[in-house]
């Protein structure tokens, strides 16, 4: 009567990212004493889409003072609306390089195209795939060849089994340093952009070794929602988190609306701190 | 070109549970010093069905060196199958309230019909209304018409603005002590029995003045999860839980699968302490 | 690793509703020739709320001219929002009891509330269950006690599985005469009220010897989308369609969005009768 | 309240693909007399995989004669699964190209990867933009670049407005030629494999100039629920549909259980012809 996938067959398909093929957590180093997975909790922040030198030095600033070891930023840009922003491109991928080589931070930015691999490559420390991208299979393929770490974010329609085989394709192709990262589902909900399935977060943990964090402003796609969901991230047990920082959110050129201004990121960072202590991790 | 409901018109149908028709936090007395809204958090605990006195014993006895002030238990039982357990009736309803009475517990169970009402409003002390029935407008106006607090749960496909007129539809009817309960969604998602939108809580928060609890219990549909979401809920803002306990649960006569044993139950409260602590609230 | 509902063992569940269980299609028999599941396709129409005596005889006229045999009307509506118009109460029933006396329809109307039970019984032909009441296992059980046929909605997040299990709570009570409506789910797409699912028709006839109806009004909500919806629940095989007709949508006091008025009603019956000939059906 | 998106302001956004943009039709013109969105209906069908030629020349033989002018087998096939079969690539281009020759077929295929441009350019008359690609934007704008026809499969998860956006990121590019198709939608629903928005097509309809056909195949994933999904597609106003036809279902390297056999195909295209020419239609 149903068509439910078999999911115990599916099971045997995550060869490389199940719990049963390794046991203890992989732990991504980024080099540096950087690393996501491990007992430190990962701060990736910065603005949607990098705009200018100025911006990111701005940012970048905030983040020192904060803590952060990871800085975020993007050069392309996905956009639904084919005249909207559509990100600075290589101009911007080499700011990004530049500022964080200036304060010492790591760096992870999206990948849209194949053909910008080597650029991207050379930019950046994570790649990271995006929502739509999940499952392009030609993608995942050509950053699976690579060793650099991959930021892979869950489909918005993708089932927690189809999320793992994703990763599985990375893994496959012999890059064995994968970062899933929940960023919300698609559903009925329309007071929020997507729905967060927090609950991915523990379940992943069972399934796979794999590092997970939680990316709340996609998520909520609500700047009043991000601190509490970002707490609620760590206490469900998240690696860490990706939250997009602007110094004026009212201006940016991407997804402003669910930016948090440097004071309000300042303020969550001192609320996790105890946080994560409480709950035996470090930040 | 759209239907989308007109939010701002709604809003204005939110006369009464709104921030802006209230501003302070609705804190819900239930005497004896048990509250639900303000600074402490609550636990309500207990099995899904009543199945026995000597099951409730147990049970109590369990909750009560755990420091619980609000005992669970369904009497009735609302069932997709037909020919599953419905719950003890009235019979449970006096173990209920017996059980409470020895150890000092307040109590909440689920009124299903209309024509329950006197008896469920002798034997406990919270109406809970479920998921299946958040739109039972009937059964909202009677509740409505009595001053006994309603746990009101969201309706498993419901908007936030429909789980907020619910709530309006009891408001209105003259009672105020209105909990909501985030439960779980249903989505796409089959690897979670029901989607937790934990983002919902803080949402809730910033709309309206009522308190909110969440049942991770209902909303993962699954034992390991309960823990690291209970967390995640109190670290989101929640007010309380809402959590299904039992002393063996392969042996429950509902939902075993989604109940904690009682020394899991003690493990979780004594990690939920210094959480809450962290939070600013107390436990 | 997953908690998908062990559909084998459901479907054990599907004691009376199953098609193992009756190979024959049910014919439910309202009198004087009507009938539902048979040859004949049965159109249910008229205004979503019984607003006056005039609007019920201004739309009767039209209804019998253009051949329809059951006329529809709500007098109890269920509102979302508390302070919008909630139906006429019993003297809507009124209305349409004689109302369709004068011009020999058959009726259907929707019940609410159990404490209702007689006088709709008394006033309607069918008992209509509404999408919110699917899982109302209370009322379920009142109007499975009884002789009366039931028009079944299909509850707007239940899966099929469910929706058939609602039946069986009828059946199981005596009442052998259900008629199910697939009225549209929740989904993400907000360009449409719901999400019409039209491959639950052919997959309910295959699973099931019950009839069932689409009830494209609700399913869209939309007007422009009523027409082209009612011919393609024909060609899947549906068995009747409940459409919501008004003299003047506009000035509807419930729905009006979701209302075809009587000249478009009269266009679509004519293109509606070769398209069942040709499907082997009369209309 | 609300973050739902300003449809209005993204209305502006659809400059070449709105009805309003350009009032009539468009006809895409294959040649030969084929053409796509005008009163003939185009029926695709053939295998999900092109697996070998000898399969390839049982199928067209079938197809020639139900009178199919498009034929339709993937080479290069998007699986969830790494451990699958992955599709044979530009050999199996090849065998499409060639079997179509032999028997005036215009062929569609799928096309997953820009660096595959050139070699499905040169062996197809339609780029498919598959359900995981819809918002591959580099892919969307280098098949925007050339003047072959593309179809778009909706994105599983895809609003109405989305879907549309991506068409116009084909034609912004310069392409006019873009195809809808509906496909299926996730849901919560799981006795069907996705499920298959119908109304979907007369809301295109009414926004949009350009075709829209239906894959009932792959939205319902069921090979009972075809049939009746056909008709209720061209009862719907669809411009035509995607069906997959195997000789042997049950051996099929893909997707077997939603292939229908080539008897059960000849059955469907002689039911298929007078529902057309009831509806104004020609197939």
Known sequence: MTLVPKKAAESDQLKLVSREAKHEDTVIDLGDGVTIGGEKIAIMAGPC?????????????????????????????????????????????????????????KTVTEILDIRDLE???????????????????????????TQKPVLLKRGM???????????????????????LCERGIRTFETDTRYTLALATVPLIKELSHLPIIVDPSHATGKRSLIAPMSKASIAAGADGILIDVHPNPAEALCDGEQAIQTETFHKLMEELKPLAQVLGRLL
């Open 49 to 105: 889409a990098i705009e200018s030198k100025e911006q990111m030095e701005t940012i970048a600033q905030e983040l020192k003072k904060a803590g952060v070891q990871i800085m975020r930023g993007g050069a392309f840009k996905a956009r639904t609306n084919p005249y909207a922003f559509q990100g600075l491109g290589e101009e911007g991928l080499k700011i990004l390089s530049q500022t964080a080589k200036s304060y010492g931070f």
């Open 157 to 179: 329609s993708s089932t927690i089994n189809e999320f793992l085989l994703a990763a599985e394709h990375i893994m496959k192709n012999g890059n064995p340093n994968v970062i």
């Open 119 to 145: 650029t991207v490559h050379k930019h950046s420390d994570i790649f990271q795939i995006g929502t739509r991208n999940m499952q392009n299979f030609s993608l995942l393929k050509e950053v699976g060849k």
